[in-house]
């Protein structure tokens, strides 16, 4: 399999069907329940070149990083950009500001000046999420009967919400980048976790009851973002 690569097998007794996955780095993960053949999980994985090319291609795309210059708004700050004397690149999140300040000699496209902007922009998005999300967890909360534990927001990059077996709630700061009827739709999703812990057809039946039949939509417009930059 040399257009593959080199291929992370996953056998797994609770699996009920052979599925591949691609990694943000492009790793291969194949996850082969118990009773299916060597042989046919060769075949599937040659299936499945194709598909796997493009999921990789996709992937680099979104690697690509643009760089962040004003204008540029979160939803409550902006970022403005400070050269000057100083030796140091510096960050400053306050009274609806992210200021950036590096040397001037430095130009904003550098790497370090980029990731101080990433982090000005993240600790823009930690005070926004927790004067939002876990009012508004509460809130859909009370709409719909489904009620959780405690409400977290985390800085988390591989998943945008988790639910724990104590229904505790878990939510990514970097929410703060969707829409609001995207942000609904997460902790709706979290939420249906409190009386489903999978996602078998009554929670999603219960989901798409709470999201008035858009359920799927909802899900198709979600993945045009990714809780990684």
């Not at 291609?57 to 400070?82: F, G, M, N």
């Not at 000699?105 to 000046?113: K, S």
């Not at 798409?208 to 930059?229: I, N």
Request: aromatic share 6%.
């Amino acid at each position: 399999h040399l257009v593959l690569g080199e291929i992370s097998v996953n056998p797994s007794a609770k699996a009920r069907r052979l599925s591949i996955s691609v990694r943000p780095g492009g790793e291969v993960r194949l996850t082969i329940p118990r009773r299916v053949s060597e042989q046919e999980a060769l075949r599937f994985l040659d299936e499945k070149a194709a598909w796997v090319q493009r999921a990789r291609e996709r992937i680099a795309k979104r690697c690509v990083r643009q760089p962040i210059a004003p204008p540029y708004a979160t939803r409550a700050h902006s970022l403005y950009l400070d050269p000057g004397p100083g030796p140091d690149v510096r960050v400053r999140v306050a009274s609806g500001r992210i200021t950036v300040s590096y040397p001037a000699e430095m130009n904003y496209e550098d790497e370090t000046v980029q990731a101080a902007i990433r982090q000005g922009i993240e600790a823009a998005w930690r005070i926004e999420a927790k004067a939002f999300l876990p009012d508004r967890v509460a809130e859909l909360s009370r709409r719909t009967g489904l009620h959780c534990g405690k409400v977290t927001v985390r800085n988390a990059r591989t998943r945008w919400g988790s639910c724990s077996v104590a229904n505790d709630i878990s939510l990514s700061i970097h929410l703060m980048k969707l829409p609001d009827s995207l942000i609904d739709y997460i902790i709706l999703h979290e939420l249906c976790h409190t009386r489903h812990k999978n996602h078998g057809p009554r929670f999603h039946a219960l989901l798409d009851q709470l999201c008035e039949g858009r359920h799927l939509d909802l899900r198709r417009q979600l993945k045009h973002y990714s809780p990684r930059w």
